[in-house]
């Protein structure tokens, strides 16, 4: 009995020790559990701080990449050179530096080039008047050792031009008053005024030529225009009396404007740019507040027109209104202005690949990684611009160009394309490369309206030169004071800047339109004054 208790009693303390133990094992496995629940917040926390960090430093370092690009951007606007030719940096130089001192014959050779020596033509002084000066030998050199004088046996000549400065002159026009010698009633007749364009102006056609286009193609202010008659001729014309003449014969000159936008209108192929003009007295409108001066290219190749006008309110409706009737193409930039006449039926919109190519020329020129993103678009744009220059130099026609663009530059356009959504991913897209992927991507299908049409451009560019005359203008008469005179400025850089397209002198074309526009009573009166109908020899 002792030893069969004593056994139970141990089975009993063990089962009690197995108890205690397999307790002890639950609540350390209920604890490790615990433990690991709390590590697995914890590390989904912590993972979820280091996404929110490391979102918050990307975010941060695209922030300060942009401000860097919109710094260098900005010091190069302000400090260096404007051109946007991209050279790829990885081409070998022409010369080597470096070179080893020690060159073997072998290593040496000899290369030899045909070069076009330049065609240096002589002044041309045909067309200038002559006048010629004699200039004598000395009364010594004149008489020979022998005693005897000698005679004239050839002349040394040499040209030189001579400047004789302009002047002006009062024109007294008297008309002749006749009346019969008996006194009969009603002989008198005075004779009758010749139709001039501004009856009321003490001014001929020359001087409001001159006025013109001083103002617009010489960019003279009309302040500085007052100062230079007051000083060189002792005659004062105020500025406002001159402004006052430009004004007046803009609405005398509109339906020639009328005329020349009906020809950009009735053709398939047009272009559109605006620059900025402020304008100080507008209604309801601040002085400080810009307004818009729209360049418009158009028309049949023998009937090219640029046309300029001023535009102060809604830019949207205004191009809308415009193009109002209009089909055909339109090249433009990618601008939103734009957005509503693109909904037109029968227009479509031509983008400028310029654009699009800037963006990345920006960026390859301003920071200092010369192997990017930015490097490759611009070799891309490169290629496709060495193309459409090789065809001009080679004069393909239309057809020809048409067949060039599918076969060489849309394949280069469509890998681009490829190019550009793959990558679109891999950046952020507020960084300057990545608002210049997008920009491409989301106006792509206007970016290859060129390939369709070997009468259309890849970019607008040729409107911007068009632009560029008016702008160099601005930058010295600043502003215009009423809307009156912002509309003249269009008038007047319209005719001159067609004119001149069309091989006309400007102040040569101004002189004979504003004499024969008072005599004009028919349409076509009007539309043969045009610069391409004018039959007026132009010397």
């Known amino acids: 009995m002792t030893v069969t208790a004593e056994l139970v009693s141990e089975n009993r303390d063990l089962k009690a020790k197995l108890s205690q133990s397999e307790s002890k094992l639950s609540q350390s496995e209920t604890q490790r559990q615990s433990l690991e629940a709390q590590f697995e917040a914890k590390s989904e926390q912590f993972e979820k701080e280091a996404l929110r960090f490391k979102l918050r430093a990307e975010y941060y370092e695209a922030q300060y990449e942009s401000v860097i690009q919109s710094l260098r951007q900005a010091q190069r606007e302000k400090f260096a050179s404007t051109s946007e030719r991209f050279e790829d940096e990885n081409q070998v130089p022409l010369f080597e530096s470096g070179l080893a001192s020690e060159e073997t014959e072998d290593e040496i050779e000899e290369i030899t080039y045909v070069r076009k020596k330049p065609n240096k033509k002589p002044l041309d002084l045909s067309t200038l008047p002559t006048r010629e000066i004699l200039i004598p030998v000395t009364e010594e050199e004149r008489r020979c050792e022998c005693g005897c004088l000698k005679e004239v046996i050839r002349y040394e000549k040499s040209s030189k031009l001579n400047h004789i400065p302009a002047k002006l002159e009062v024109l ?6 006749v009346a019969c010698r008996k006194g009969c009633d009603g002989s008198v007749i005075t004779a009758a005024l010749p139709k001039v364009v501004l ?3 003490k001014a001929t056609e020359t001087l409001l030529a001159h006025i013109i286009v001083s103002k617009v193609l010489d960019r003279n202010p009309l ?17 406002q009396t001159m402004a006052r003449w430009m004004i007046e014969l803009s609405d005398k000159l509109q339906p020639l404007i009328n005329l020349m936008k009906d020809e950009v209108l009735g053709y398939d192929i047009a272009s559109c740019d605006a620059t900025s003009l402020q304008v100080l007295k507008e209604p309801k409108r601040h002085p400080t507040k810009k307004s818009y001066a729209y360049c418009i290219r158009g028309g049949p190749p023998d009937k090219e027109v640029t046309l300029f006008e001023y535009n102060g309110y809604s830019q949207k409706d205004y191009v809308d209104e415009l193009f109002d009737g209009y089909k055909g193409f339109i090249h433009t930039d990618a601008d939103p202005v734009f957005n509503k006449v693109s909904e037109q039926p029968g227009i479509t919109l031509s983008l400028c690949n310029a654009h699009a190519r800037r963006k990345f020329e920006q960026i390859y020129k301003s920071t200092k990684k010369k192997d990017g993103l930015a490097k490759h678009a611009m070799k891309v744009f490169q290629e496709l611009y060495k193309i459409e220059r090789d065809a001009t130099e080679r004069g393909l026609t239309t057809q020809e160009r048409v067949e060039l663009r599918q076969r060489e530059i849309k394949p280069i356009m469509m890998a681009f394309k490829d190019w550009l959504d793959d990558k679109s991913d891999l950046v952020m897209p507020k960084s300057p490369i990545g608002k210049a992927i997008a920009y491409s991507r989301s106006h792509w299908d206007g970016l290859i309206v060129f390939l369709e049409d070997g009468r259309l451009r890849p970019d607008n560019n040729h409107t911007e030169n068009e632009i560029r005359p008016f702008v160099i203008a601005r930058k010295n008469f600043l502003f215009s004071c009423t809307m009156a005179g912002a509309d003249a400025l269009g008038v007047h850089f319209s005719l001159i800047l067609t004119a001149k397209h069309h091989g006309w002198d400007p102040y040569r074309y101004y002189v004979e339109i504003l004499k024969h526009i008072p005599l004009c009573k028919t349409i076509a009166d009007y539309e043969a004054l045009l610069p391409w109908n004018l039959n007026i020899p132009n010397p």
């Open 172 to 177: 007294i026009e008297k008309r002749e008053v």
């Open 199 to 201: 009856p009321k102006a």
């Open 223 to 239: 302040y500085h225009l007052e100062k230079k008659f007051e000083r060189q001729y002792a005659w004062r014309i105020p500025r």
